[in-house]
């Protein structure tokens, strides 16, 4: 009797637990496993595995001790829209992705629950969260591009809001029904060795967009897509892009800003060392006609140019019919491009399109060499444009100082 106990206890405690130790780390911080399997995921790529994912969630967050990490490897694990909501009881959460997470097919006619419109997956209030692994997020986003034309009403793959000290690596992110990532009200967040890839003629598909966020680090990565490479929207600043290759797609954008005479601001974007590719942008500012507040401390440098359409192009004119006052206009000021080479499809390389009232103020251009794919001379164009420029081909001539 007794040793039946004992065996059947045996068995009890080396039952496959949700709640497996692995490798520790250096003092009290070590991995505690949570491995999505184990809470009934089937990752056999059409079982709804929303359910598993609902309660790993559970308990990850509500872990007390080590690092928490939810694994979800090999298979494809069919997710419905779902939003996983902080606060968590530590600050370190990890999920490690080597499998395939997927929207399901029918996400067109899913119903959204409220507290989620918008995303497919969204990670709200919770800090210290890494997703990383060689996995892929798969949004199945066809119908959505060729069925609606609102962006509005299509939903982001993948949300951040409300979060600080957080970093996703890795992964590969294909075929959003609109952004691919979208990056609001977040601190400190790095995003690097990530790859995006949708069809060139897939609509609002962009890369990474940015909104409400400071301290962002963006590296590494290949975003191939329909729309902007990477956005970065109102209430941002602080914001590193480096070593990204971008195309096809929009390139990258800081704005459109100032839209239905909001007043909006953004400041201290870096680019460098990045890659446009068979773009119809590629450095780009936009601001509506009617808006207010600045765009400012803007840097490209280093930029490498293949057969990228408007390579080099503010526009402080974007028109907006539904605004009676178009005197005003978001302050476009110290904007740097540095060392650009290669080659524009377009004979426009470089269009500095600024506001008649407002103008755009501290444009320094240097160490530009933008030659016409075809062969012929390339062109500048200003409109109201102030300052600098030297080593320039395009000549910028009709910058003003
Ligand atoms: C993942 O797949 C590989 C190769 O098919 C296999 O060796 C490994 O055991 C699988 N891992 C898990 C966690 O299922
Ligand atoms: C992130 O930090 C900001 C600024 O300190 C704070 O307002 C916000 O509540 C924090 N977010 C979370 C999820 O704790
Ligand atoms: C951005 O780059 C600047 C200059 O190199 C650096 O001081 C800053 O820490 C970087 N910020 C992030 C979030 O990477
Ligand atoms: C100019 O940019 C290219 C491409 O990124 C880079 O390889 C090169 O080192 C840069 N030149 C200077 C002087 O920084
Ligand atoms: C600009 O690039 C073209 C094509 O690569 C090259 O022939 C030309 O010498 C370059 N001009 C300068 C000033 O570097």
């Not at 590193?240 to 195309?247: A, H, L, R, Y």
């Not at 006609?289 to 930029?303: D, Q, V």
């Amino acid at each position: 009797m007794k040793s039946l106990f004992t065996v059947l206890l045996m068995f009890i405690v080396a039952t496959p637990s949700l709640y497996a130790r692995l490798t520790p780390k250096e003092g009290s911080s070590f991995n505690v496993g949570f491995n999505i399997v184990n809470y009934g995921a089937t990752g056999d790529g059409h079982t709804d595995d929303s359910e598993a994912f609902k309660r790993a969630w559970q308990d990850l967050c509500g872990a007390t001790e080590g690092t928490p990490t939810l694994l979800i490897s090999n298979g494809s694990f069919v997710l419905q829209p779902m939003l996983f909501k902080g606060p968590c009881k530590l600050t370190a959460i990890n999920i490690q992705v080597d499998g395939t997470i997927v929207a399901p097919e029918s996400v067109i006619d899913w119903k959204w629950p409220d507290s989620n419109r918008g995303a497919w997956i969204k990670f709200s209030g919770i800090n210290d969260l890494v997703i990383n692994g060689g996995g892929t997020f798969d949004g199945q986003g066809a119908p959505w591009w060729t069925r609606y034309n609102d962006p509005d009403y299509k939903p982001t793959a993948l949300q951040f809001h409300n979060c600080n000290n957080s970093a996703l690596s890795g992964l590969t992110h294909i075929n959003s029904p609109r952004n691919h990532i979208s990056i609001d009200s977040c601190n400190d967040f790095s995003i690097s060795n990530i790859h995006i890839i949708a069809p060139e003629d897939s609509h609002n598909t962009d890369g990474i967009d940015i909104s409400k966020s400071s301290n962002l680090l963006i590296e590494n990565s290949k975003i191939e897509t329909g729309d902007d490479c990477i956005a970065i929207n109102s209430g941002s600043s602080f914001i590193n892009i480096t070593g990204v290759t971008c195309g096809p797609g929009h390139g990258i954008s800081v704005g459109s800003l100032g839209r239905n005479g909001a007043y909006e601001t953004v400041e201290e974007i870096h680019v460098k060392y990045s890659t446009f590719t068979g773009t119809t942008n590629g450095a780009r500012i936009k601001t509506w006609m009617g808006g207010s507040g600045y765009a400012r401390k803007i840097t490209f440098e280093h930029i490498i140019l293949i057969g990228a359409r408007n390579p080099v192009i503010i526009d402080q004119q974007y028109h907006d019919y539904a605004i009676s006052d178009l005197n005003s206009a978001v302050r476009v000021s110290d904007v740097t491009y540095y060392n650009f080479t290669g080659t524009s499809t377009s004979q426009d390389a470089i269009t500095l399109n600024c506001d008649t009232n407002v103008g755009c103020i501290d444009i320094v251009l240097n160490d530009l060499n933008i030659t016409f794919a075809d062969g012929g001379e390339t062109l500048a164009s200003c409109n109201n444009a102030h300052g600098t420029f030297s080593s320039c081909y395009p000549s910028i001539s009709c910058l003003s100082s």
